[in-house]
């Protein structure tokens, strides 16, 4: 099993930028999907961006395609996101997550989860 803490969040202004960090122990993240996803009060959970194993292929959600970068450095057993241009419907907690098998923006297709990283975007 592996265990994901995220780093990283904080409160920023519109147009900011803030970099979150997701690191695992426990097994090799090499082995994982690895997705980031985000919830607003009172909002479903919803899909951000994923990376394949290797880092080759990488997906975003349409809100933050151009913004947003996802990354893996799988030497350090780490997952990054970072955020540029942010805005306030930005503002989220943000969840790094990691899929045994398939690129699928599913949430519920994701096996690990970490505790979440709350970021705030102020206007």
């Known amino acids: 099993q592996v265990q994901l803490v995220e780093s990283g969040g904080g409160l920023v202004q519109a147009g900011g930028s803030l970099r979150l960090s997701c690191a695992a122990s426990g097994r090799p993240i090499s082995n994982y999907v690895m997705g980031w996803f985000r919830q607003a009060p009172g909002m479903e959970r919803e899909f951000v961006s994923l990376i394949d194993w290797n880092g080759r292929r990488l997906y975003y959600a349409d809100s933050v395609n151009g913004r947003f970068t996802i990354s893996r450095d799988n030497a350090k057993n780490t997952v990054y996101l970072q955020m540029n241009s942010l805005k306030p419907e930005d503002t989220a907690i943000y969840y790094c997550?990691?899929?045994?098998?398939?690129?699928?923006?599913?949430?519920?297709?994701?096996?690990?989860w970490g505790q979440g990283t709350q970021v705030t975007v102020s206007s």
């Open positions: 997550a990691g899929a045994n098998s398939g690129l699928t923006p599913r949430a519920e297709r994701f096996d690990y």
